[in-house]
């Protein structure tokens, strides 16, 4: 590991201030690398190449067809790195190994070549007929240099859906990721090095909370795609609207699952473990809101309780685990406050609670939680708790349902589960969130856009949507002979 240099506009460089970060493995509780910290020097450097990059370089100058091959190269090279990059990745957050192969690599490998696929059709330009006897031509040109933060929990995934669609589109980009995962940052410029892209045109600059305040506010940053919390989305909206620079924001979630009377118990119960517990729990589109018909509450209840008491906890190193530590201390605090709030407030603790997983004495561990004869009202159901627990809160009637799963400040996921799909779908239309799932937790289709509404954040990701947020639209009037 580069223990001492950035990767600035192309090119492994020191640091200039020579602060580090120390990334600490979440299981064992100990040191696994030290790594540079970029400082506002290091940040004005990369973003000054970006900025050469994109006024003066060939990069956003090339045909999307010359783009597009040159971001084919870099799936390439991450296809024979991706074991490499999967420990990579449960070394430093504590993912699962089985979970790291499956989602934190292998999704980001097939969403790079579905992208480039999608840039292959994707309108650059085109012409339509004026009202005037004019001819219009509508081009799509890159917004300019873009600053992509992201956070820890998914990296390589939100890299990709950022990174990716920017390049395609001719921008040039900062990438900063997490203080909790930089390794993974960092083995990927590695693979950008390889791939040849010209020198400019991608930066990766590990930092903390501070050196994305900075990023957020340089004058030199067109763009600014931030995935994270709704308090941080805020502000980086807030710092954006000074200069009205282009902002686009995926931000937390409270997602419910919607189960209709007609469902099977042991289906739900799988569908909503896997949904909602991979990764610890620590993914923003989880269904952590479990609504339930009354008159079958209990079965539904105990038929989760029994999915999540045969989770296997442990070592994310284990092919067996599926349940590791979550990121840090302070998250594994946080979650075992909410589950002492939760009892506080009277939900009845289920399965779980916040002592330590049995067999275990170190690590950031909390065990899968599940709460019962909760109500919406409770701050269980409220706030985002980022962790494996679930809610369970019971309905009279689909009406009732459908006003609890909208009773949120959040509009990030969902789901409902029936036998029954088309009434799967007409409840799915009177959800008021920007992605749903029927009879499955909301899937991360590359063609498909993601993305939130209200407190979940605004602008959309993948599918050809993914690739419009880095565009700026400009019309050409022509007159005719």
């Not at 580090?20 to 493995?25: A, G, Q, R």
């Not at 190269?73 to 790195?81: F, I, M």
């Not at 008159?295 to 539904?300: D, G, I, Q, V, Y």
Request: glycine residues 10%; proline residues 6%.
């Amino acid at each position: 590991m580069r223990s001492d240099e950035l990767f600035i506009g192309g090119q492994w460089s020191p640091a200039s201030a020579g602060d580090h970060i120390e990334v600490i493995s979440p299981h064992t509780e100990e040191p696994v690398a030290r790594v540079a910290a970029a400082g506002p020097a290091d940040i004005d450097r990369a973003v000054a190449a970006a900025r050469s990059a994109f006024d003066s370089g060939p990069w956003p100058r090339l045909a999307p067809a010359e783009r597009i091959a040159a971001v084919r190269r870099l799936p390439e090279r991450y296809g024979e790195r991706r074991g490499e990059m999967a420990e990579t990745i449960t070394a430093e957050i504590g993912a699962p190994i089985s979970f790291a192969q499956r989602a934190q690599v292998g999704l980001p490998t097939m969403m790079m070549s579905a992208f480039c696929d999608l840039a292959d059709t994707y309108p650059w330009e085109e012409s339509r007929p004026g009202m005037y006897g004019t001819d219009i031509r509508i081009r799509r040109e890159p917004v300019g240099v873009v600053a992509a933060i992201v956070p820890w929990n998914m990296p390589q995934f939100l890299i990709v859906t950022k990174l990716i669609p920017a390049l395609l589109a001719g921008c040039t980009v900062v990438l900063k990721p997490a203080a909790e995962s930089p390794l993974d940052a960092l083995l990927l410029a590695d693979m950008i090095a390889e791939a040849g892209l010209p020198d400019g045109v991608v930066s990766v600059l590990p930092g903390d909370r501070s050196a994305g305040e900075y990023l957020v506010k340089h004058r030199g940053v067109d763009k600014v795609s931030f995935t994270g919390s709704t308090a941080a989305g805020k502000a980086v909206a807030a710092a954006c609207a000074v200069d009205l620079r282009r902002v686009s924001l995926e931000l937390g979630g409270k997602s419910a699952a919607i189960v209709l009377a007609d469902a099977d118990p042991a289906a739900v119960a799988a569908g909503v473990r896997s949904a909602s517990l991979s990764n610890s729990g620590q993914i923003c589109n989880a269904l952590t809101r479990i609504l339930v018909p009354a008159a079958r509450s209990a079965e539904f209840t105990d038929a989760l309780a029994a999915e999540m008491t045969s989770l296997v906890v442990g070592d994310p190193t284990d092919p067996a685990t599926q349940v590791g530590p979550l990121v840090a201390q302070r998250q594994q605090q946080r979650v075992r406050d909410y589950i002492e709030k939760g009892q506080s407030e009277g939900a009845r603790l289920v399965v779980g609670g916040a002592d330590m997983p049995d067999g275990l004495d170190r690590g950031w561990y909390v065990k899968p939680t599940l709460f019962a004869d909760a109500d919406n009202d409770m701050t269980i159901a409220r706030e985002e708790i980022f962790g494996p627990v679930l809610t369970v809160i019971a309905y009279a009637d689909e009406d009732e349902a459908v006003a609890i799963a909208n009773d949120s400040d959040y509009g990030l996921a969902g789901s409902v589960w029936t036998t029954d799909t088309e009434r799967g779908v007409a409840v799915a239309e009177r959800i008021r969130t920007g992605t749903f799932g029927v009879n499955q937790g909301y899937t991360m289709d590359p063609f498909a856009p993601f993305g939130g509404v209200k407190d979940s954040g605004y602008g959309r990701e993948l599918g050809r949507e993914g690739i419009d947020g880095y565009t700026d639209t400009k019309s050409i009037s022509i007159a005719t002979a």
